[in-house]
C-alpha cells in the first residue's frame, strides 16, 4: 500500500535524452558520452547515468505515497511525503558510481559477466532530501545508535520495482545502523536532485542516497525501511557486487566469503579523449573526473603523457571552474573534483591519470590485478592512447 506501482513489462517507460549511449534497453541501463561528465561539475540530470534492474514504478496519485518503517521498532510509522518534506531538509552535493562503472574494460582482460559500462556510469549530483538520521529518530532510534532497542542493528531498505535477480521481487539492500543514525555520513531520503523534484528514471517520490557507497545501496522508489538484525539478504547484497580475487570463477565461487560491497576505492578517469585517438603534434590537454569512497577526498591527481613513466600533477576544480580548495568542510568529502593537465606530445602514446586519496590510496595500475568475474570496481590506471599524426 505504499502508493507505488511497479509494471510487469516495459510499456510505461519515462522519455530519454537522445544523447545517452544505451547498453541495455529493458531493464534500461545507459550512460552519457563521456566528454559530457565534464561539461559541468553538477551533472545534469537527463545526462546522469542509469543504472535499472526492471521497469521504471510509477505513482500514480503522490498523496497516496506512504513509507513504511518497521522490523525491530515499537512504534511501526507509515508517513507521508508531506511529512517527509516536513522534516528538516538536507542538501548534499554527493557522486553516485555503479560498482559496474569501466566494466567493459575489464571484459577485455577475460569475459566478466554484467551490463557493459564505459567509464561514464557515475555523476556529481545535488541531493535535496531529510537525512535518515532524523526519519529514524520518528521511530525511536536515537543519533547515533548502533543498535535499536529492539535488536536491530542494520536498515533495509526496500522498494517495489520487479527484478528478474529476486524472481520477480523487489530490489532491496542495506546499510549498518551506525551508519543510518550518524548524521555525519548524510545518509538521505532523496526528493530532490539538482533543485528538481526527482524524475522517474532516478527514483521518484523517494530515494535512498548513500554518499561514497556505491550507487547499489542508494535504493531507488523507497517503498519501506526495515530495521532488522542482520544485513539484507536480497540478491544484490549477497550474490551480486561483491569483491573476488581473480582466481575465483563460476565453478568454485562461494557468495558467503565475501562481504557486500559498500565504499568505493579511489577511482579517476580522462573524459576529454576517447580511448583512441588521432591528435596533431603539440598541445594536448586533457580533463577529467576524480573521485574515492567513504568520504575521503582527492588529495592528488597525476596525469603521464608517456604511459605512466613520468608524471604531471593535474589541477584541480569544483564548481563552475573554481579553483579546487581542499578545506575542512567537507567540499569536496561526498563530490568529485574534476581536474586539468596539458603537455605537448610529439609522438604516439598513452596518456594516463591515476588519482589519489587523503588516505593516500592509489588506483592500482593494471587491471589485471583486479580482475573479478562479476566485473565490478575497475578503478586502475585510466588510459587512453593517442596517435600523432605528423
Ligand atoms: N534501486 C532500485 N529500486 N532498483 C535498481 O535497479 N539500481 C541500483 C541503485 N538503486 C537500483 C536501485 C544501482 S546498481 C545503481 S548504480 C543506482 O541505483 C543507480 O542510480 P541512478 O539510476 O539514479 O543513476
Ligand atoms: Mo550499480
Known amino acids: 500500500m505504499s ?40 551533472t545534469p540530470v537527463d545526462l546522469f547515468y542509469k543504472r535499472n534492474h526492471g521497469p521504471i514504478p510509477v505513482v500514480d496519485d503522490i498523496e ?11 512504534k511501526p510509522l507509515e508517513i507521508s511525503m508531506a511529512d517527509i518534506v516536513n522534516l528538516p531538509k538536507h542538501i548534499v552535493t554527493a557522486t553516485l558510481q555503479c560498482a559496474g562503472n569501466r566494466r567493459t574494460a575489464m571484459s577485455k582482460v577475460k569475459t566478466v559477466k554484467g ?24 521511530v525511536g532510534i536515537a543519533k547515533l545508535a548502533s543498535v535499536s532497542p ?13 527484478c528478474k535477480e529476486e524472481k520477480g521481487g523487489p530490489y532491496k539492500a542495506s546499510i549498518p545502523l551506525i551508519q543510518a543514525t550518524n548524521s555525519d555520513a548524510e545518509v538521505l531520503l532523496a526528493y530532490e536532485m539538482n533543485g528538481e523534484p526527482l524524475n522517474r528514471d532516478h527514483g521518484y ?40 580475487p581473480p582466481t575465483v570463477n563460476w565453478e568454485n565461487i562461494d557468495w558467503s566469503t565475501r562481504r557486500p560491497q ?37 588529495e592528488r591527481v597525476d596525469v603521464s603523457f608517456d604511459g ?9 576544480y569544483q564548481k563552475s571552474g573554481a579553483p579546487y580548495v581542499a578545506d575542512d568542510t567537507g567540499s569536496d568529502k561526498w563530490g568529485w573534483v ?32 583486479i580482475w573479478n568475474l562479476r566485473g565490478i570496481l575497475n578503478t586502475s590506471w585510466h588510459r587512453v592512447r593517442i596517435h600523432v599524426e605528423h
Open 150 to 162: 529492539l535488536g536491530g542493528k542494520h536498515v533495509e531498505f526496500v522498494s517495489v520495482d520487479m
Open 205 to 244: 517520490p523517494l530515494r535512498v542516497v548513500v554518499p561514497g557507497v556505491i550507487g547499489a545501496r542508494s535504493v531507488k522508489w523507497l517503498s519501506s525501511i526495515n530495521i532488522i538484525e542482520n544485513e539484507c539478504q536480497g540478491f544484490f547484497m549477497q550474490r551480486d557486487y561483491k569483491m573476488f
Open 338 to 369: 574534476l581536474f586539468k593537465a596539458e603537455a605537448s606530445v610529439s609522438r604516439s602514446t598513452e596518456i594516463v591519470a591515476k588519482a589519489i586519496d587523503i588516505a593516500a590510496n592509489v588506483q592500482p595500475e593494471n587491471v589485471d590485478a
Open 308 to 316: 605512466g613513466k613520468t608524471w604531471v600533477e593535474a589541477t584541480r
Open 115 to 138: 551490463v557493459g559500462w564505459d567509464v561514464s556510469a557515475i555523476g556529481n549530483a545535488v541531493w535535496g532530501g531529510a537525512k535518515l538520521a532524523d526519519v529514524l529518530q520518528l
Open 64 to 74: 497516496r505515497y506512504r513509507l513504511s518503517i518497521c522490523g525491530l521498532v515499537e
Open 3 to 42: 502508493g507505488l506501482r511497479a509494471p510487469s513489462d516495459y510499456s510505461a517507460e519515462p522519455p530519454r535524452h537522445p544523447s545517452l549511449l544505451v547498453n541495455s534497453q529493458e531493464p534500461f541501463n545507459a550512460e552519457p558520452p563521456r566528454a559530457a561528465l565534464i561539461e559541468s561539475y553538477v
Open 262 to 298: 559498500m565504499d568505493f576505492p579511489v577511482q579517476s578517469v580522462i573524459c576529454s579523449l576517447e580511448e583512441e585517438n588521432a591528435v596533431k603534434p603539440g598541445k594536448v590537454v586533457v580533463h577529467g573526473y576524480a573521485v574515492s569512497g567513504g568520504g575521503r577526498g582527492i
